[in-house]
């Protein structure tokens, strides 16, 4: 049996880079499209014939040509994609503009958008594709009304996937994670007291009292690819500690 791929987009930080290095250790090959190396340095090293990484945008449709070109000359068929790459920029209202709007709406509904579509003719049969949400998409907050609107597209885009896609055996799954422990966190531009104050509240009003680990989110994402979701399709699987379910 050929040893599985798993395309991903986004995977150098965070919830993406757990993923690749969960996928690695499970013995997929990994294709990562990503914009900057990041924090994989360590396990190009570690995988030099299992990881391999093509820097390029989501929004730019020739470079997820490009990539998609590079991972089958290299191994073939794929048989997992995973459409992570995202930005959340949080803006009230009033401070939202024409650039920062359409940067959220490239990379988080465009760029998933033509991630899938130029995969397509990539996938080996009974592929699975995973799109990366988040609970905002069904909750209101004042600062994320763009990006939940945004991340609420992608749920609706895999529901018109799966329906397209589900005749030809390839399964689609929407996993939105919840408020998850990683470096973004720290890039919203929040004061250290304030970002302290606002995660200790979402820590209070989730039901498990903690935020997310990034491997956490990561074994759920390998879940809704693996076998045992063979089912599971057109779903929505939040990840969350149930803040946004009860």
């Given at each position: ?13 965070g ?8 996928y690695?250790?499970?013995?997929y090959?990994?294709?990562?499209l ?5 924090q ?7 995988y030099p014939?299992?990881?391999?990484l ?14 998609y ?17 995202g ?7 009033a ?20 991630t ?9 049969p009974?592929?699975s ?31 018109s ?19 998850t422990?990683t ?15 606002l ?11 903690r ?16 076998d045992a ?5 057109g779903?929505?699987?939040q ?8």
């Amino acid at each position: 049996m050929s040893t599985p791929v798993m395309a991903i987009t986004g995977g150098n930080s965070g919830i993406g880079k757990a993923t690749v290095a969960l996928y690695l250790a499970r013995g997929y090959r990994v294709a990562v499209l990503a914009r900057t190396q990041g924090q994989l340095s360590a396990l190009l090293t570690q995988y030099p014939e299992q990881l391999m990484l093509h820097l390029g945008d989501v929004s730019v449709i020739q470079d997820l040509i490009d990539f998609y070109q590079c991972c089958q000359q290299r191994w073939g068929g794929i048989d997992v994609v995973i459409a992570n790459a995202g930005i959340a920029k949080p803006e009230m209202l009033a401070d939202v503009t024409s650039d920062s709007f359409s940067e959220s709406f490239d990379i988080n509904v465009k760029g998933v958008f033509f991630t899938v579509q130029q995969a397509l003719d990539r996938l080996n049969p009974a592929a699975s594709i995973i799109l990366v949400s988040s609970i905002q998409a069904q909750k209101g907050a004042g600062v994320w009304s763009v990006y939940g609107a945004s991340k609420a597209a992608v749920r609706s885009l895999a529901r018109s996937f799966a329906q397209e896609l589900g005749p030809r055996g390839i399964r689609v799954n929407v996993l939105s994670p919840g408020v998850t422990e990683t470096p973004i966190l720290h890039k919203f531009g929040f004061e250290s007291d304030h970002l302290k104050t606002l995660l200790d509240n979402v820590k209070v009003n989730t039901p498990l009292q903690r935020l997310g680990q990034a491997e956490e989110i990561a074994q759920s994402i390998f879940f809704l690819s693996s076998d045992a979701a063979s089912f599971v399709h057109g779903a929505d699987l939040q990840v969350d500690g149930g803040l946004a379910q009860i």
